[in-house]
């Protein structure tokens, strides 16, 4: 296809495709566009090369890659529509880029939490007793951590299941981590979720 201005090319009928091809990185808590990381594609209008690729269908029935600050001219619906697109397709970038590093924090955490599962902890001990109006209120340990009895009661199974979760916990912060497993699936989750809504916010916006 020729490169012609846009007052001069065929309208747009159609927007076809919206892709914001740049790696991000996160600087500051904010996930910025890496200038160059793209893939490089030539307008069919101005002639300069894009990372944001936009694919439309023109009233000639031909196919063209235009930036998607190349729309000047057409009708303010698929400037409108060419904006929202374009915008919706940054944030898919950002988003996919956000939900890999968060697939991968999951995965590291979890192996970490597996392995410290498979550690064997030390016995209880108890530390020191002290006088209640309900009985003896124990202080039992487990290595560096330890946990209180509720009065007359001892270690019963609750008290000691948070002893030992006490010292799992500790063993996985030493690891590097500052939450639980959970967290980060529960991150993972939201951005995926986030991700499939502005997929089909893109897709209503392609005509």
Request: hydrophobic fraction near 35%; include cysteine.
């Amino acid at each position: 296809m020729s490169k012609m201005s846009a007052s001069l090319s065929p309208a747009i009928t159609r927007i076809l495709d919206v892709r914001d091809t740049r790696d991000r990185i996160e600087i500051d808590d904010r996930w910025v566009p890496v200038p160059g990381s793209g893939e490089l594609r030539p307008c069919d209008r101005c002639c300069r090369e894009h990372e944001i690729h936009v694919d439309v269908e023109l009233s000639d029935g031909t196919r063209a890659n235009i930036g998607s600050g190349c729309a000047r001219g057409e009708s303010m619906e698929v400037q409108g529509r060419l904006k929202s697109a374009v915008s919706a397709a940054k944030t898919r970038s950002r988003l996919r880029a956000e939900l890999v590093v968060a697939k991968d924090e999951y995965d590291h955490a979890l192996a970490a939490w597996r392995e410290v599962e498979e550690l064997r902890a030390p016995l209880p001990e108890l530390l020191e007793a002290i006088p209640d109006s309900h009985g003896m209120r124990q202080v039992w340990g487990m290595g560096d951590v330890n946990v209180w009895t509720l009065g007359g009661r001892g270690l019963d199974v609750e008290r000691r299941q948070a002893l030992l979760n006490s010292w799992r916990n500790r063993r996985y912060a030493e690891r590097g981590f500052k939450l639980q497993p959970y967290s980060y699936k529960q991150r993972v989750e939201d951005l995926t979720n986030r991700l499939k809504k502005i997929e089909r916010k893109l897709s209503t916006l392609m005509f």
